[in-house]
């Protein structure tokens, strides 16, 4: 009698993109991301490593996932992003948030990392209001010693 165990497995495949004013700035960066997964309950080591680099140009593929696992991706270098966005096949995902692998089928995830260039100088030096509000307090203080003095002056 041969008794043979047979498991599925799925696919997870991470995508990068960077978006803002900034975008253009960051196309080569290498980000990291981090997977970790539960399968009925308990952690299993990731087949290949958790813990991976990400660019624009290569996606990250997790294989041999079992299926009905539970999976949370992390990015772990963000590259400073003003903000980061995960969405599993288009529907926005949570911090945190875990996604279940399916048998035979390649779950897609994408990690957006949003960059943008600093507001643009007003124009106004802070050296300059520094003096002149300076300025005007001591008028300020002048002006009052000056009414004092003459009101002590006349009683």
């Avoid at 995508?15 to 990291?32: E, L, P, Q």
Wanted: hydrophobic share 45%; with cysteine.
């Amino acid at each position: 009698m041969t008794i043979a165990n047979t498991f599925t497995a799925g696919t997870l495949s991470v995508t990068k993109t960077v978006s803002g004013t900034a975008a253009s700035d960051h196309v080569d960066d290498v980000f990291g991301v981090s997977l970790a997964c539960t399968w009925y309950g308990a952690a299993f080591a990731i087949p290949g490593g958790a813990d991976r680099d990400l660019t624009v140009a290569t996606p990250v593929v997790y294989t041999d996932l079992p299926t009905d696992a539970q999976c949370v991706l992390t990015e772990t270098r963000t590259g400073n992003a003003n903000q980061v966005t995960v969405t599993s096949d288009h529907a926005l995902l949570t911090a945190g948030a875990s996604v279940t692998i399916a048998a035979d089928t390649t779950l897609g995830i994408n990690v957006d990392n949003r960059f943008d260039k600093p507001l643009a100088a007003t124009g106004v030096n802070g050296r300059a209001v520094t003096l002149v509000g300076a300025l005007g307090l001591i008028a300020m203080l002048g002006g009052i010693l000056l009414f004092l003095g003459r009101r002590r002056r006349r009683a």
